[in-house]
T-cell receptor
């Protein structure tokens, strides 16, 4: 089965700074990759998804992610962090059978 | 509006009691999922169902049971056999043709 690894369970940035959340997938190229965001006591919301149409994927709230096959990575970035970006972020991979697997999550803190 | 509804949002249970969490969707999705979320462990798959009257165990099915009698509904029962049931439970369905999961708001179960 596919799997993803998120590097760093906690990331802290200052407001206005670059956000970089790291995700690496298992060696076989997955059909679909996702980033989800979760606010406290809520379900997960889709930020963006990779479906092989383009390696640079733009999502909601100014986030984007780049699929790099050579590095087996799908890191999430945002040029300038806002206080409202503070949340938990999950990278996920899905195969052709809709078997979705999640990373352990990265909690993003934004300092004023 | 289409979506996934989970109830109750908060639930308290005494040890030794079974409890059933409700999940209803009006997205016309075939596949539905139950995940368990614990701090620092991401989401772990409990059960999933690709079609009515059929379901499969996920990674941590022990102590849980499900049914799928209707396309719209996928209730999860947490039985007394589940040794550590206190957790946040998320229901989801898949749609969009790209494996994207749509989540409910979650149910937080606390065993007293």
């Amino acid at each position: 089965a596919q799997s993803v690894t998120q590097l760093g369970s906690h990331v802290s940035v200052s407001e206005g700074a670059l956000v970089l959340l790291r995700c690496n997938y298992s060696s076989s190229v997955p059909p679909y990759l996702f980033w989800y965001v979760q606010y406290p006591n809520q379900g997960l919301q889709l930020l963006l998804k990779y479906t092989s149409a383009a390696t640079l994927v733009k999502g909601i709230n100014g986030f984007e992610a780049e699929f790099k096959k050579s590095e087996t990575s799908f890191h999430l970035t945002k040029p300038s962090a806002h206080m409202s970006d503070a949340a938990e972020y999950f990278c996920a991979v899905s195969d052709w059978n809709n078997d979705m697997r999640f990373g352990a999550g990265t909690r993003l803190t934004v300092k004023p | 509006d289409g979506g996934i509804t989970q109830s109750p949002k908060y639930l308290f249970r005494k040890e030794g009691q079974n409890v059933t969490l409700s999940c209803e969707q009006n997205l016309n999705h075939d596949a539905m999922y139950w995940y368990r979320q614990d701090p620092g462990q991401g989401l772990r798959l409990i059960y999933y169902s690709q079609i009515v009257n059929d379901f499969q165990k996920g990674d941590i099915a022990e102590g849980y049971s499900v049914s799928r009698e209707k396309k719209e509904s996928f209730p999860l029962t947490v039985t007394s056999a589940q040794k550590n049931p206190t957790a946040f439970y998320l229901c989801a369905s898949v749609g969009g043709g790209t494996g994207e999961l749509f989540f409910g708001e979650g149910s937080r179960l606390t065993v007293l």
